[in-house]
């Protein structure tokens, strides 16, 4: 399982930082990623990060948001600077897990989204 933390309500040109651990008897997590889904958007990949700390972003978020993880503890981080109105949503985290039982298949889980709201 995916849970994720740390969302809240902030001003622009604030800053949060999201966290998100993954449980359970895992053998191990390929890529872990960060989503968001805006009411009446689609969902969208705001940044991703690879066991070996490749990242990617989306345009809208270079230079402003940070994906990190630490593979020990099982968790990427988000830290997100200079917010803006428009990056209000619900943010939900995606990793790739292949768990002790299945070996070596994994799947795609989701944690269960953590609101995040940028007032004016």
């Known amino acids: 399982q995916l849970q994720a933390s740390g969302g809240g309500l902030v001003q622009a040109g604030g800053s949060l930082r999201l966290s998100c651990t993954a449980s359970?008897?895992?053998?191990?997590?390929?890529?872990m990623n960060w989503y968001r889904q805006a009411p009446g958007k689609q969902r969208e990949l705001v940044a991703g990060?690879?066991?070996?700390?490749?990242?990617n972003y989306a345009d809208s978020v270079r230079g402003r948001f940070t994906v990190s993880r630490d593979n020990a503890k099982n968790t990427v981080y988000l830290q997100m600077n200079s917010l803006k109105p428009e990056d209000t949503a619900v943010y939900y985290c995606?990793?790739?897990?292949?768990?002790?039982?299945?070996?070596?298949?994994?799947?795609?889980?989701w944690g269960q989204g953590t609101q995040v709201t940028v007032s004016s």
């Open positions: 995606n990793a790739y897990i292949i768990p002790l039982s299945n070996i070596p298949r994994g799947s795609h889980y």
């Open positions: 359970g008897s895992i053998f191990s997590i390929n890529g």
């Open positions: 990060i690879t066991p070996g700390d490749s990242t």
